[in-house]
């Protein structure tokens, strides 16, 4: 049961745990910070890391954008575009972006990911030397995805910690369940990994479970942290095909208002494929600020 105050304050009353505010509409601001990590045993030992690890974003988010299957649908979408800090003569041409649409109809959160990483290095040795070779190598992936919380019984929802388009009144968790679409297309123009010719298309599927849970603490403050692990079955154009484990781990902790909401999200996603001709790994840390106001 939700009780809405025209302030968009909640009554004191015990039965409610997730608030949904009067305003519909909120507009979203973002800043990431991401490392994005790849070790590849056909070119060695080294990783191979992202030039471009700043970016700015905005977004949206609206409640009520229609009714299907007699559930109401909520709406999320977010693009953020890296900055380019400073270049040389030397240096890989840097271009990355990330965008998300997000709906939530009742307890699923369904999500259609895009995002582009180019410009790489990678430490080498040459002449007895450790230098830096600089690589137009790219990332383009692609997932839908969905989540269940199974346990959450109308108590907890993920997005008053990681969207902000909810107030949790009361400390809950919720076990989650799901599974993900997902492709990945990796171009290497350099020919800095000599299995790359052409294009690499990976494509997989993931089955997921895991567990989150919000403490709400005094003045608007919360604290979350979520956990999960997935089975992922994944087959290349070379008809080589892996299934490893792979775990997903993300905290959140800030402030929900009235009008104004914060937050610092922490996250770090490992995939590892294993295959006849090589064996590849990757790891991205995404440290980002969102800032909400809703209208």
């Known amino acids: 049961m939700t009780v809405k105050i025209g302030d968009g304050t909640v009554a004191k009353n015990d039965s409610v745990w997730v608030q949904k505010f009067d305003e519909k509409f909120s507009l979203r601001f973002l800043c ?53 800090l400073g270049s040389d003569e030397e240096s890989s041409k840097i271009d990355a972006f990330e965008t998300g649409l997000d709906l939530f109809p009742g307890k699923f959160w369904i999500e259609i990911w895009l995002s582009y990483y180019s410009g790489f290095s990678v430490k080498t040795e040459q ?25 959450s019984k109308d108590k907890f929802s993920p997005r008053s910690a990681y969207f902000l388009d909810r107030r949790q009144k009361h400390s809950a968790g919720s076990w989650v369940f799901g599974g993900r679409f997902q492709g990945n297309i990796v171009e290497d123009p350099d020919s800095l990994l000599t299995f790359y010719e052409g294009e690499r298309v990976l494509s997989s599927i993931w089955g997921n479970v895991g567990y989150t849970y919000t403490w709400v603490l005094e003045n608007g403050f919360f604290g ?17 095909y892996t299934v490893m484990p792979q775990p997903d781990f993300k905290t959140a902790w800030g402030y929900v208002g009235k009008k104004w909401s914060w937050n610092i999200v922490v996250e770090a996603e490992y995939n590892a494929f294993s295959y006849k001709s ?12 969102l800032v909400v106001r809703r209208f």
């Not at 056909?42 to 970016?55: D, K």
């Not at 979350?224 to 080589?240: A, C, F, Q, R």
Request: aromatic share 20%; hydrophobic share 45%; proline share 1%.
């Open 32 to 84: 990431d910070y991401t490392l994005w990590s790849v070790w590849n045993t056909a070119y060695g030992n080294e990783a191979l890391v992202s030039n471009s690890p700043v970016s700015l974003g905005l977004g949206f988010a609206y409640d009520d954008l229609f009714t299907l299957f007699g559930v109401s649908w909520d709406i999320s979408w977010d693009f953020t575009m890296s900055l380019f």
């Open 127 to 151: 002449e007895g030397k450790k230098v830096r070779r600089f690589s137009d190598l790219n990332f383009f992936e692609m997932y839908v995805s969905a989540l269940w919380m199974l346990t």
């Open 224 to 240: 979350n942290i979520w956990l999960d692990i997935g089975l992922v079955y994944g087959i290349n154009n070379e008809d080589e």
């Open 278 to 289: 090589y064996w590849e790994q990757k790891l991205i840390v995404k440290g980002g600020i």
